[in-house]
Nanobody
Framework: QVQLVESGGGLVQAGGSLRLSCLASGRTVSPYALGWFRQAPGKEREFVAAVTRTGDSLYGDSWKGRFTISRDNAKNTVYLQMNSLKPEDTAVFYC??????????????????WGQGTQVTVSS
């Protein structure tokens, strides 16, 4: 089982940027798809972005053009570069790993391992 630990969250003003990192341990993440989800207070966890094991990236509509997901298998790490942040981006961000048998990149239930989350707060 892979363990995931996020870092890089914090408080930023609207229009600013943050870079989230997620370090995996326990096994190499190269066979896994890696994703980022977010959960705002009182709302369900929602898909932000994913990067497949072959390096293709997918994004939720709200984050296309502002967020960039990337992975470094040598460092067992996935990143989420977040630019032009808005107050409505405020949430806890989670990274997740999906094994090869998963059928969707967009559904949280398809992911096998989760980090503990990192808070991102965007002030207006």
């Amino acid at each position: 089982q892979v363990q995931l630990v996020e870092s890089g969250g914090g408080l930023v003003q609207a229009g600013g940027s943050l870079r989230l990192s997620c370090l995996a341990s326990g096994r190499t993440v190269s066979p896994y798809a890696l994703g980022w989800f977010r959960q705002a207070p009182g709302k369900e966890r929602e898909f932000v972005a994913a990067v497949t094991r072959t390096g293709d990236s997918l994004y939720g509509d709200s984050w296309k053009g502002r967020f960039t997901i990337s992975r470094d298998n040598a460092k067992n790490t996935v990143y989420l570069q977040m630019n032009s942040l808005k107050p409505e981006d405020t949430a806890v961000f989670y990274c997740a790993a999906r094994g090869i048998w998963g059928t969707s990149y967009f559904l949280a239930r398809e992911y096998d391992a989760w980090g503990q989350g990192t808070q991102v707060t965007v002030s207006s």
